[in-house]
T-cell receptor
Framework: GAVVSQHPSWVICKSGTSVKIECRSL??????MFWYRQFPKQSLMLMAT?????????EQGVEKDKFLINHASLTLSTLTVTSAHPEDSSFYIC????????????FGPGTRLTVT | GQNIDQPTEMTATEGAIVQINCTYQ??????LFWYQQHAGEAPTFLSY????GLEEKGRFSSFLSRSKGYSYLLLKELQMKDSASYLC??????????FGGGTRLMVKP
């Protein structure tokens, strides 16, 4: 299966600053990647679908101007949390869609964001 | 809308068997997944069901009834390392997964 990495694995930032999270598919060319957010003791919530070379598709209730997604290559998608607030503190996880079936959706290790 | 329900927490004893249930109501259905997630880590794939019936894989089995909108994950010979959250997820369209709230399983000696 695909190997997916995320960087950084954890980050602490001050309120009002922006944070960029990278998701890399190390051995697979990913046309589509997904970004999830997970609050403590809750399940994963899909934020957006990242499509290589085109605009991301955001889920209802997710502010596209606040969560900027760029998928400029087949191996890299980035999520930038702009003007972060403490309520944005969460575990952000990306996954790679192999395109064959969701049986082969591979998850990255996640990024823990804490906004102080 | 999408609705996926599973118990919030369960406790079981080492060596025992535990069944985690999941009921779903979704606008589409392309398969149901079970994932295991340890705290602070990404989910890891356990099983995939798209047809009715039981899929067995070692100590873990998963069952699906599409007509009832119901699935369960069965864990046998529980080990302490099985303490984790178990997530039920439905592929309802286009390879997009909708997750249930997760079931936190605690295995006690």
């Amino acid at each position: 299966g695909a190997v997916v990495s995320q960087h950084p694995s954890w980050v602490i930032c001050k309120s009002g600053t922006s944070v960029k999270i990278e998701c890399r598919s190390l051995d697979f060319q990913a046309t589509t990647m997904f970004w999830y957010r997970q609050f403590p003791k809750q399940s994963l919530m899909l934020m957006a679908t990242s499509n290589e070379g085109s605009k991301a598709t955001y889920e209802q209730g997710v502010e596209k101007d606040k969560f900027l997604i760029n998928h400029a290559s087949l191996t890299l998608s980035t999520l930038t949390v702009t003007s972060a607030h403490p309520e944005d503190s969460s575990f952000y996880i990306c996954s790679v869609d192999s395109g064959r079936s969701s049986y082969e959706q591979y998850f990255g290790p996640g990024t823990r964001l804490t906004v102080t | 809308g999408q609705n996926i329900d599973q118990p919030t927490e369960m406790t079981a004893t080492e060596g025992a068997i535990v069944q985690i249930n999941c009921t779903y109501q979704t606008s589409g259905f392309n398969g149901l997944f079970w994932y295991q997630q340890h705290a602070g880590e990404a989910p890891t794939f356990l099983s995939y069901n798209v047809l009715d019936g039981l899929e067995e894989k070692g100590r873990f089995s998963s069952f699906l009834s599409r007509s009832k909108g119901y699935s369960y994950l069965l864990l046998k010979e529980l080990q302490m390392k099985d303490s984790a959250s178990y997530l039920c997820a439905v592929d309802n369209a286009g390879n997009m997964l909708t997750f249930g709230g997760g079931t936190r399983l605690m295995v006690k000696p």
